[in-house]
Nanobody, 124 residues
């Protein structure tokens, strides 16, 4: 069982930056693939970024590529999402997710565990 707790959301102006953190419980965090998803009002939850257990491979949605960076610190059981050059369309609730399967990482159904989400609001 893995419990995930996100933090770092808030309200920033367009062009600003935020860093989200996701703290995980459990001794096997380093074996999990981790992902970030987001859900805007009235829209489906969508993939943002993912990182393999070792941190050696990262994946991004086209909409955030070049602006967002996912990273992890296995010693701290934490995964991060650095968000730069934020746009109003980045406004959403951001969710951290974890899966023990080494396979697909782009779909919500690929993940077994989810955090409660953290609100990110970007003003124009």
């Amino acid at each position: 069982q893995v419990q995930l707790v996100e933090s770092g959301g808030g309200l920033v102006q367009a062009g600003g930056s935020l860093r989200l953190s996701c703290a995980a419980s459990g001794r096997t965090f380093s074996t999990y693939q981790m992902g970030w998803f987001r859900q805007a009002p009235g829209k489906e939850r969508e993939f943002v970024a993912a990182i393999r257990w070792s941190g050696s491979s990262t994946y991004y949605a086209d909409s955030v590529k070049g602006r967002f960076t996912i990273s992890r610190d296995n010693a701290k059981n934490t995964v991060y999402l650095q968000m730069n050059s934020l746009k109003p369309e980045d406004t959403a609730v951001y969710y951290c997710a974890a899966t023990s399967d080494f396979g697909r990482i782009y779909r919500t159904t690929d993940y077994h565990y989810w955090g409660q989400g953290t609100q990110v609001t970007i003003s124009s």
